[in-house]
Structures are given as C-alpha cells and as structure tokens.
C-alpha cells in the first residue's frame, strides 16, 4: 500500500532581524514546517497574497510599511491566521494588532517551545474550524447568521468581519445557549492553550467581538462577562 504524503505545515516569516529571521526558520524547519522567511513588508505581503500559507508570523516593527500596516492591507483579502511578534509590550499596541485582525500576539524575546505551541494552537483550531458541526437550534439561529467557511457572522445585511479566533468564540459561546463557559475551558476550546492569568487574548478578543457585534447593531444577545465564572452570550433580558 502507498503511504499517504501529508504536505509540512506552510508559514510565511516576515521579518527584518537577519540574525531572529534566519533562526526562526531554521529552527522551524527542523520541527518540520515549510518555512518562507521575507525581511521587509511590502515583500512580505505580495508573498502572503500570491500564495497559499497556514500561518503568518508578522514583526510590528518593521522599517517603511509596518507590520500592522501590513496586517492592514492583507485583511482586506484573506484570513489566513497572523501572529504577531513585537518588543513592544504596551497593551495598547496589542489591542491595536487584535483590532486590525491579529489571531494571536507573541511579545519578544520568546522562546522556539513557545512560537511552536503557539503555532500548532491555531493549525489545531483551523483544523476543528475546517470540521462540520452540528446545526445550531432553530431557536438561537434567527437573528445572527453564522458562516463556517467564512468564519463570519452576518446581520443586517452586513458581515461583521471577525477573525478566525473571534469567530470561533462567537459560535462556542453561541452553541452553549445560556451556559456560563469558564475561562480556562475556552482557552482550551477556542484557543487550543491553556489559562494563564498574565494571558488577556480571551479578553482581548471579547472585546474586539463586542465592538464588531455593536457596529452591525446587533442587540438580541449580549455577550457578557461573569465575574469570577467566565463568559456566557445571553439574551439583554436574562440575568445570569
């Protein structure tokens, strides 16, 4: 019987630290990745759009066009899964690159075990993402209309424009009705990690939801926090 190829992983590295790019890609190479290392933006991102990539590792602070500005320009096609990579550690820059699209944020320096957890976080949610799921009851299912190949909601005539993180979230907490989800079972659900307290990605995207939701003007449900219990998406006249 002829085996199976299953083709490496495909990660785009776009950095401009000679001596991090090139280490970066050994090293992920070595742990079986298909790597293409870019050192500037606009290379990078007519790379990113001409061809087919599982992951996007994406430098802030690159010279000329910046990595968000990047991140900018690239998700105005595609959603391919980003993660960012900054020295800057201020929260506002990390809402900043979760607002434009980022799937996840990786502050320097890092370690490869983490850059490599992390990767294999969002090929796993990709992979639950590309999985049917059963249907959603008819009765949470009349206002907002979810979009698994987008990976999207629409409303009113209008997409949210959720990233990937975002949009399995949204349909965890969706597909839970009125149940509380705790933390640490989102993050292993949703972000395929566990819960660490310093982590405000699950915040993060809550809130980048939030805002999306409100745009579109959607009301029927809110999505809510639960001090102490996690998250649950209810209706605005339930009390949790």
């Known amino acids: 019987m002829t085996p199976v190829s299953v083709e490496p992983p495909r990660i785009l590295t776009i950095e401009d630290d000679p001596v991090l790019g090139a280490y970066v890609r050994e090293q992920l190479e070595h742990c079986g990745f298909a790597v293409t290392w870019c050192q500037n933006g606009p290379e990078g991102l007519g790379i990113a759009r001409r061809r087919p990539f599982d992951v996007v590792l994406l430098d802030i602070l690159l010279p000329g066009m910046d990595g968000l500005e990047v991140l900018t320009h690239f998700r105005q096609s595609h959603s391919t899964p980003v993660l960012l990579m900054s020295a800057l ?67 009113a005539e209008q997409w949210a424009g959720l990233t990937r993180s975002e949009y399995r979230l949204l349909d965890t907490l969706h597909r839970n009705g009125d149940e509380v989800l705790s933390k640490a079972f989102l993050y292993q659900h949703v972000l395929q990690r566990g819960y660490a307290a310093h982590d405000r990605s699950l915040d993060m995207h809550v809130s980048q939801i939030r805002r999306k939701l409100k745009a579109l003007g959607y009301s029927e449900r809110e999505l809510r926090t639960v001090w102490g219990k996690g998250y649950v998406l209810s209706a605005l006249d339930e009390l949790v």
């Open 89 to 155: 550690g201020a929260e506002a820059d990390r809402i900043s690159g979760f607002r434009l699209g980022a799937d996840d944020y990786l502050p320097k320096p890092f370690s490869m075990a983490e850059l490599r957890v992390r990767i294999e976080a969002i090929l796993r949610r990709v992979a639950l993402d590309r999985r049917p799921m059963p249907p959603v009851p008819v009765s949470l299912a009349q206002s907002l209309r979810f979009d698994d190949e987008r990976s999207d909601v629409f409303f």
